[in-house]
């Protein structure tokens, strides 16, 4: 895998802990986009994930080294 593997992250004020990575995909930049940044490529990472209560599917993106939550199952 490439890009920057997530371990924990905060999302509405609750830390969660990675307990698995279930996916990995990049999706680049359109051709007929001229890239804002040179790595303008999205890593996006399917990780199972608790906050110490229940766990919980999420999908989390990486572009140009900002970090989004982009999906919770």
Do not use: K
Not at 9 to 23: I, K, Q
Not at 27 to 41: I, K, Q, R, V, Y
Not at 46 to 69: F, K, M, N, P, T
Request: glycine share 8%; proline share 7%; hydrophobic share 40%.
């Amino acid at each position: 895998m490439s890009g920057p593997v997530p371990r924990r992250f905060t999302w509405e004020g609750r830390a969660y802990v990675v307990a698995d990575v279930l996916g990995h995909w990049v999706t680049g930049t359109p051709w007929w986009h001229a890239p804002a940044e040179p790595d303008a490529d999205t890593h996006t990472w399917r990780i199972e994930a608790s906050s110490g209560q229940r766990s919980a599917i999420y999908d989390l993106s990486c572009s140009a080294g900002h970090w989004s939550l982009c999906r919770v199952a």
